[in-house]
């Protein structure tokens, strides 16, 4: 298993931009793809992106799509989401995750996911 850690969240008015950054415990990171999921309060946990392990296939939801992308830049096994033109109702707990599988192709439901990092809280708020 693979150890994550979020970081980068926090309160940011409507229009700005966040990058959120998944901190993986180990180089087998980049074996896998990964997806970033967020939930609201008193909702399911959505998948808002995810990639391939070399980035052949990468997914938005259409609520986020054009706004929301995970950056091929990578370091040290840490990867990122860059958020911009935030929302209000992006407001969350932002979660990265890592797939049981190394298919080449994405993944859409959590349970298809093996290892889960802590969240980080977003907010969008004026």
């Known amino acids: 298993q693979v150890q994550l850690v979020e970081s980068g969240g926090g309160l940011v008015q409507p229009g700005g931009s966040l990058r959120l950054s998944c901190a993986a415990s180990?180089?087998?990171?980049?074996?896998?793809?990964m997806g970033w999921f967020r939930q609201a309060p008193g909702t399911e946990r959505e998948l808002v992106a995810a990639?391939?392990?070399?980035?052949?296939?990468?997914y938005y939801s259409d609520s986020v799509k054009g706004r929301f992308t995970i950056p091929r830049d990578t370091a040290d096994n840490t990867r990122y989401l860059q958020m911009n033109n935030l929302k209000p109702e992006d407001t969350a707990v932002y979660y990265c995750?890592?797939?049981?599988?190394?298919?080449?192709?994405?993944?859409?439901?959590?349970?298809?996911?093996?290892?889960w990092g802590q969240g980080t809280q977003v907010t969008v708020s004026s």
């Open positions: 180990d180089r087998t990171f980049s074996l896998y793809g």
């Open positions: 995750a890592v797939p049981h599988q190394r298919e080449s192709r994405v993944f859409m439901r959590p349970d298809e996911y093996r290892d």
């Open positions: 990639i391939t392990w070399n980035f052949s296939i990468e």
